[in-house]
């Protein structure tokens, strides 16, 4: 009999840190986001439209990968605001597989000449964040109203730190690897300068 309990509590153990392991459930009351990277029309270089995509092999953010990509969507929770309010400030989920976005810091240079070392953001989506590296951020992502000029402006993607009030910082993508196609969707901070053979943009939801 003693035994017996002791493989059921063992079991019901095993179970309790499967389910804490499990991503949460969705967010029914959210309103979905299919992002959209825009580099502005006057933006010298080029200038085009195209969806976001989750890179299968790295889980990082990328676009320009599949030809006729539609988007895929995510969500953020934030139990504060009211149900269908567009406005959002959490962590955020993507809707088909409930993998977490998050932001992994490296080290990059600016423009300057010599150029100077900042700490820039990879944004991916994933099971599990990485627990071994430090920095990494999770849980404020927002959705916040952009001014891009003129007439031109919308619901846009940001993230919210203590040096990102206003705008929640500055999405940019740069090469997947020299002379690719393929451009990796990445983040900084207001306050950090422009990273090398990089080009802004913006990342409209709806």
Not at 21 to 45: C, K, L, S
Not at 48 to 62: F, M, P, Y
Request: glycine share 8%.
């Amino acid at each position: 009999m003693v035994s017996f309990i002791f493989k059921s509590l063992a079991i019901l153990s095993l179970a309790a840190t499967f389910v804490s392991g499990t991503p949460v459930p969705p967010d029914t009351t959210a309103p979905r986001i299919n992002m959209r990277v825009w580099t502005h029309p006057r933006n010298p270089g080029f200038a085009w439209s195209h969806h976001a995509e989750i890179d299968q092999a790295t889980n990082e953010v990328v676009v320009n990968k599949t030809a006729g990509y539609a988007g895929f969507n995510s969500y953020i929770t934030d139990p504060t605001v009211e149900v269908g309010s567009p406005w959002r400030h959490g962590p955020m989920f993507a809707d088909d597989s409930k993998d977490k976005a998050f932001l992994v810091p490296y080290t990059g240079s600016d423009t300057q000449s010599p150029p100077v070392a900042h700490t820039y953001y990879q944004l991916k989506f994933d099971k599990k964040i990485p627990k071994k590296v430090d920095g990494i951020l999770s849980g404020n992502f927002t959705v916040l109203g952009r001014d891009c000029g003129g007439q031109c402006g919308g619901l846009a993607l940001g993230y919210s730190t203590p040096t990102t009030p206003t705008y929640g910082g500055q999405y940019f993508i740069v090469r997947q690897s020299p002379g690719s196609n393929v451009w990796k969707l990445q983040w900084r901070e207001d306050n950090v300068p422009a990273a090398a053979d990089s080009t802004a943009v913006f990342v409209w939801v709806s």
